[in-house]
């Protein structure tokens, strides 16, 4: 899987995307991600990006000729078009099902992910090479940098030898429509507040019982409306 990010602050993304686990992975190869600066794509000597909104109003927009020119040099680069996903308040809330639609596009697959900025982006060029448009969520942020780091992450960890196995990702919250079940580490005994029990027992069938357990029980106090859709499916699974 190949990400390219557009964005007016790759060095924003780099930080992020040179730590950690994504880090490690991109070192290693198992993930190739790009951030483009969209000022390159300008042709102009001040390098112009935006301009004011025609009609008026407050802020500038970016324009569409260098964002244009940046997706021109990565459709070059890949030999085909890109799948471009507009990080943007208007667009569909992004959920877990969603990250892994995007993580299994295949390995040939490459992101496209628009970062907006100011008052967002000339909407000629978004008609013209978006394919979806994606949201964290109802709130407004100055630019699309933080949405597209969300987004690359949640999609990288679930791509091929970035985590040690599949199981890392799939016990987690929200991938099966759960959340997990609450973990523990050393020492044993912590204040005075003990491990459960069970956890020291070295029993893989009881342990696995507990978390079920435990993860049902989580759901339910903290996201009820989660554990009433799973159990809708459950329901249409069995007729
Ligand atoms: N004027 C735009 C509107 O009202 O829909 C908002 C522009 S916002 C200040 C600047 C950029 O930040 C957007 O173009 C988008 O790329 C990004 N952005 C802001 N909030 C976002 C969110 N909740 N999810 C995804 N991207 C967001």
């Given at each position: 899987m190949r990400i390219e990010i557009a964005t007016l602050f790759p060095e924003m993304c780099e930080a992020y995307l040179s730590s950690s686990i994504i880090g490690r992975a991109r070192k290693s190869g198992a993930l190739e991600i790009h951030c483009r600066n969209?000022?390159?794509?300008?042709?102009?000597k001040h390098r112009r990006v935006d301009d004011k909104p025609f009609g008026g109003g407050m802020g500038m927009v970016m324009q569409a000729d260098p964002i244009h020119r940046c997706w021109k040099a990565v459709c070059e680069e890949l030999g085909k078009n890109p799948y471009v996903i507009y990080l943007s308040p208007q667009g569909k809330t992004l959920t877990q099902n969603t990250a892994v639609r995007l993580s299994q596009m295949g390995e040939e697959e490459c992101l496209f992910l628009l970062c907006g900025h100011y008052?967002?982006?000339?909407q000629r060029i978004l008609d013209k090479i978006v394919d979806e448009e994606i949201s964290i969520g109802d709130y407004v942020l100055t630019g699309g940098e933080l949405p597209a780091l969300v987004l690359t992450d949640a999609i990288a960890r679930m791509c091929?030898?970035?985590?040690?196995?599949a199981l890392a990702f799939e016990e987690?919250?929200?991938?099966?429509?759960l959340l997990e079940y609450p973990q523990y580490t050393r020492p044993e005994i912590w204040e005075g507040e003990a491990v459960p029990e069970i956890l020291l027992s070295g029993h893989h069938v009881k342990i696995e019982q507990w978390r079920r357990e435990e993860s049902l029980r989580v759901t339910r106090e903290k996201r009820p409306d989660m554990l009433e859709k799973w159990n809708r499916k459950d329901e249409e699974s069995e007729t």
């Open positions: 969209i000022r390159d794509y300008t042709t102009d008052e967002g982006v000339d091929h030898g970035v985590l040690p196995s987690e919250s929200h991938f099966s429509g």
